[in-house]
Structures are given as C-alpha cells and as structure tokens.
C-alpha cells in the first residue's frame, strides 16, 4: 500500500511539472557584500486549471519571498504578494521591474555561472522546483501577461 501511495504521489509531481514550464530561469549576480538579490524566470500553465504560486524558499539565502514593483503615491516601490495566479493556458514573466523573487540573506556569495534551485509552493502544497544560473546580465523582457 505504501508503495502505491509513494507511487501515486511522484506521478502527481511529474504531471504538476509537466503542466507547469519554466524558462529562463536567472538569479541576479550583484556586486560582493551585497547580502540580497531576485531571481527572474517565465512560467507557462498548461495545465486546466489555474496555479496560485504562495511562497518561494531557497537553501542559498535565509528568506525567498514573491514582490512586485508597484506605483504608490507616484514612486515605484515592492511590494511582497501573498499569490501571483498563472491563469490556466497563460505564462506570467518574473522579470526586473515587475515580479521577482527576492532573495535576502545569501548564506554564500554567488558566482556568474554557478547553478542554483530554489522552490515556487502553490496554494495547493505543491512546489515547482527551478534550477537557475546566477548571471551578471539580466535582460527585461518585453512579454509579461498574456
């Protein structure tokens, strides 16, 4: 019976992976001493049904957290979200001046190159796990919601 339960989740987790794509994913590179960062990344729904990322962690730095830049009072400031909704058949942009994934505390500095993981939690529990390079260039994309 275990086996089968054991079974039965990891095809859920395949099929949440499936129906959920990341591209792109990239943690910003900052100068040294610097102790916090973002992380930026596209992520696609394929899925039927809508996806409401909740919380971000990472082992690399003591707090990941979900911000948005926002206009308050006629200055741009973030904001942290409490869920960012990817619309079934929709791909949102993580991207410098709009959402991102703030990384505060890094436990280590980071290196151009190097390859780091940190997960995205949805509101159902399930975490979508993203493998990013750490890159001193971080290109704004054009596309944001679709």
């Keep these: 019976m275990l086996r089968l339960i054991v079974f039965f989740c990891s095809f859920v987790m395949g099929v949440l992976h499936a129906e959920v794509i990341i591209s792109d994913a990239t943690v910003r590179l900052l100068p040294p001493g610097v102790p916090n960062t ?22 690399f730095a003591t707090k990941a957290e979900i911000h948005n830049h926002v206009m308050v009072n006629n200055m741009m400031s973030m904001q942290q979200q409490s869920e960012v909704v990817i619309k079934s058949g929709e791909s949102v942009q993580f991207s410098p001046g709009g959402l991102h994934i703030m990384l505060f505390g890094l436990k280590q500095p980071l290196h151009e190159g190097q390859a780091l993981t940190f997960t995205l939690l949805t509101k159902t529990g399930d975490p979508i796990t993203i493998k990013a390079n750490v890159s001193s260039v971080i290109q704004p994309s054009e596309h944001k919601h679709h």
């Design 38 to 59: 973002a992380a930026y990344f596209s992520i696609e729904n394929r899925s039927e049904r809508n996806q409401v990322l909740v919380a971000a962690s990472a082992d």
